[in-house]
């Protein structure tokens, strides 16, 4: 059983989304939706491109599935609420799920893991940071609730939502 760890984003029907990829994911992996592991849901700017604001989270599921399969899982995931195949990097996004972390592998292939983003943005290190505080970075070697505290609160500004779900 591997512990992994998603982030979700959305800029397009945000609550709508939100709520169906939480869904699509207890669904996904088959789970009753209590076995998910939520972060709060935060709002945030575009990051990359102008654009309407993020609503973000990261869930936490343990699986059986192995890298390539949760990778094709939430491809699928995206495709089905409406992620165009050929959607560019800083685009709007109705759902993006990515990868984080799959216990505590590093790897590039089918997805970067640790995903390098975790220690680059607020709006995914903020949300890990609850759910894992004091889970091991598999590189950097410190607690997510560290790598936090750490980090330049004042370069991405972030707030907490009220859940959607």
């Known amino acids: 059983m591997a512990l992994i760890y998603i982030s979700l984003g959305s800029n397009v029907e945000r609550t709508r989304h939100v709520k169906c990829g939480l869904k699509a994911l207890a669904n996904t992996f088959n789970l009753p939706f209590n076995a998910l592991t939520l972060s709060s849901l935060f709002e945030s700017e575009a990051v990359g491109f102008s654009g309407n604001a993020f609503y973000n989270m990261v869930i936490?599921?343990?699986?059986?599935?192995?890298?390539?399969?949760?990778?094709?899982?939430?491809?699928?995931?995206?495709?089905?609420?409406g992620r165009s195949a050929k959607a560019k990097k800083f685009s709007p996004r109705t759902l993006d799920l990515d990868l984080l972390l799959?216990?505590?592998?590093?790897?590039?292939?089918?997805?970067?893991?640790?995903?390098?983003?975790?220690?680059?943005?607020?709006?995914?290190?903020?949300?890990?940071?609850?759910?894992?505080?004091?889970?091991?970075?598999?590189?950097?070697?410190?607690?997510?609730?560290?790598?936090?505290?750490?980090?330049?609160?004042t370069s991405q500004q972030l707030k907490i939502v009220a859940k959607c779900w």
């Open 60 to 81: 936490g599921i343990n699986t059986q599935c192995n890298v390539q399969q949760v990778a094709d899982k939430l491809r699928r995931i995206e495709i089905n609420y």
């Open 102 to 153: 799959y216990d505590d592998l590093v790897i590039d292939s089918p997805a970067q893991l640790p995903r390098d983003e975790i220690s680059k943005n607020a709006f995914v290190l903020w949300p890990l940071s609850e759910v894992a505080p004091k889970l091991i970075h598999p590189t950097l070697q410190q607690d997510y609730q560290t790598l936090w505290r750490n980090y330049d609160q």
